[in-house]
């Protein structure tokens, strides 16, 4: 921790996060502005620029509190055990709430680059991370065969899968889904 | 063929459907009106809603134009085979501006429930029972054993891999990628 990010609580920045998340909900990306932020969460936005630096960051790290648990945290020593961890971890009305969520800023990702990139720096990239690190330590045990040719692509399973659903059947991701899938789909393409 | 619907050539079709398309890639779904599709295509507003009856009904039918084929009309005596032929007919230039075309209307989805049910069932749904009787025939076949539990997922991993492979690697799916996607996923999910 740096002295500079150790000026608010992480109790504050809990607070700050869930304003934003419901400012993004109320008015959408485009119309959420630093000046609602700071007013809403009754703080100067000197602070907000020296804390999050930009628009697009505050908003990924805004979702990036919403998650129970990263990927890259979970290791239970067997790959079936770190996918029941995962789902474990998933609540099903905030798996709701965040289909929703990222519904609204699927349109404002394709008109904003900065958006685009701070989303995956600080959101997709370390959990495709944390899942590769969970797939090498399997491959390392002897759980999946290295030259397994899903292994690359687990990532456009699980992420398909929370895309596909809303459209195909109306509903979101929920843990019986999840597993359903994982144990359909993901485990015997990797061959476990 | 009822009178009706004959009394416009497949070529002239063809042509309203091909101006459907590029104004809504010039304009987008919410501001595509029947009036610029009537002055672009030299056509009346009354001969529109005679062959199309409305405007998500004619955005959803030019989109199904797009489609080299409908798979329900694959059938090729094998599931390797069926799918082989479904990647044949794909044109990696057309997947690409499928996959613009359909980021713009993903927004306009959520705001039109018309539109929402015109796709679904004039575009997706068939689609899905053409997906659903090729494996049915595998089954038949004994290709796929009937108790195999990736088989309700098939269009989950398809679609899928469509929305999620620009959000993870910003590309468009290819001809390549849909071939070992389908060798790597689909096919050891299904036990072929």
Redesign the interface.
């Known amino acids: 921790m740096s002295a500079r990010r150790s000026r608010i609580t992480p109790e504050r920045e809990a607070e700050l996060h869930e304003a934003v998340l419901d400012l993004l909900r109320e008015v959408g990306y485009e119309a959420l502005t630093m000046d609602a932020v700071a007013a809403r969460t009754k703080s100067s936005k000197a602070t907000l620029y020296r804390q999050w630096g930009s628009k697009p960051e505050l908003v990924a790290k805004a979702l990036r509190c919403t998650q129970p648990v990263s990927l890259g945290e979970i290791d239970t020593g067997t790959l079936r055990g770190d996918f029941a961890r995962m789902v474990a971890h998933s609540d099903d009305a905030q798996m709701a709430k965040d289909t929703a969520l990222m519904?609204g800023l699927?349109?404002a990702v394709?008109e904003s680059p900065e958006l685009h990139r701070a989303l995956r720096d600080l959101l997709?990239d370390p959990e495709?991370n944390g899942l590769q690190a969970m797939l090498r330590r399997a491959v390392a045990r002897g759980e999946v065969r290295p030259d397994c040719?899903?292994l690359?692509?687990v990532?456009?399973?699980l992420?398909?899968?929370?895309?596909?659903?809303p459209?195909?059947e109306d509903r979101s991701v929920d843990r019986e889904f999840l597993t359903?899938?994982i144990?359909?789909?993901v485990f015997?393409?990797l061959?476990v």
Do not use: S
């Open positions: 519904r699927a349109h394709h997709v495709i040719p899903a690359d692509f990532p456009h399973m992420i398909g899968a929370f895309i596909a659903l459209l195909i359903q899938f144990d359909a789909v015997p393409a061959g």
